[in-house]
């Protein structure tokens, strides 16, 4: 029985070395490819930094009217172009501008690059199963995994700024577009497959001219989510140095400044409002169009 009175104190010790192992080779490697990694995000962070200043240097009218434009070509509804007017009005009267340009650039290039990264996944998830069976266990582990404990290796890689601010959405946000492209490629009737397959359809012509179509109203409400949990993690990636909505909300936390964090938090509620009816509306009217076609 001495052995199991000696049990709690090996297993600990063995754990700490493991550890220790473990920490050491992360540390040697963040050193060894840090910079040759950083580097490859720097077209990204570009980008980024382009837009921001498009947004922001430009005549506010002009971005407002852009804006606008927008939401009404998505949703073809005069009352959520209204309320997304208005909305950007107030935003604008109350000192958030800057702020907010700052988190619509960088929810946009986060939600391109989980579309970009996200639609090939999810169909090479509906093509195998065997696939699928080893993504899943990844996309449940990136959506219940607190977002805080990922920040710790980003941020030993990349230090703090816009390029862990970016990752740490895009990891956050991703699965629900490749979940969501995946069910929409699986839910496409096999009759039409098998009338494609008889007019002698190639896989690729299959995909790109029956599935992807058939499957782009499921597509887009992937994309309405992961636009919806990239706005949820603005807070956080103002932690890691990211400018926007989120750095007043954590300023007003730190100093007790409570008009500061309520202002700012109900100006991200509004951008994911305008976000989410715009999406949601477009993703309707997609839904329509193939119902028509195919109905």
């Known amino acids: 029985m001495e052995w199991l009175q000696e049990f709690p104190a090996m297993s600990r010790g063995g754990l700490r ?3 220790q192992t473990i920490d050491g080779a992360f540390k040697d490697f963040t050193r060894a490819y840090g910079d040759a990694i950083e580097s490859a995000f720097d077209p990204i962070k570009d980008f980024l930094i382009f837009l921001e200043q498009l947004l922001i240097n430009s005549p506010w009218p002009i971005i407002l009217a852009v804006l606008v434009g927008i939401v009404y070509l998505m949703s073809r509804n005069a009352r ?3 309320g997304s007017l208005v909305a950007l009005c ?8 800057e702020d907010t340009m700052r988190t619509i650039a960088m929810v946009t290039v986060c939600t391109m690059m989980a579309i970009v990264l996200g639609i090939p996944l999810g169909i090479l998830m509906a093509r195998s199963d065997r696939i699928q069976s080893i993504i899943n266990p990844v996309l449940d582990l990136m959506q219940t995994m607190p977002s805080f404990v990922y920040l710790i290796p980003v941020v030993m890689i990349f230090g703090l700024g816009k390029v862990p601010g970016m990752i740490a959405v895009v990891i956050y946000a991703i699965p629900p577009m490749i979940r969501l492209t995946n069910l929409g490629i699986r839910l496409v009737d096999q009759d039409v ?3 494609a397959d008889a007019f002698g359809s190639s896989s690729w012509q299959k995909l790109t001219n029956v599935q992807l179509p058939l499957a782009l109203p499921t597509i887009m409400a ?3 989510q992961t636009i919806m949990m990239a706005l ?3 807070v956080v990636a103002a932690l890691i140095g990211v400018k926007g909505l989120g750095q007043p909300v954590l300023n007003a936390i730190a100093n007790q400044y409570l008009t500061m ?3 700012n938090g109900l100006a991200i509620v509004a951008i994911a409002i305008i976000f989410d009816r715009a999406t949601q509306a477009y993703g309707k ?3 329509k169009h193939s119902e028509v076609i195919h109905g």
């Open 222 to 224: 992937g994309v309405n």
């Open 261 to 263: 964090g309520v202002m």
């Open 193 to 195: 497959l098998e009338a």
């Open 90 to 97: 107030v935003i604008g009267y109350l000192g958030m501008w």
């Open 80 to 82: 959520i172009t209204i």
């Open 285 to 287: 009217r997609l839904q």
């Open 17 to 19: 070395e493991m550890r």
């Open 232 to 234: 949820a993690m603005v």
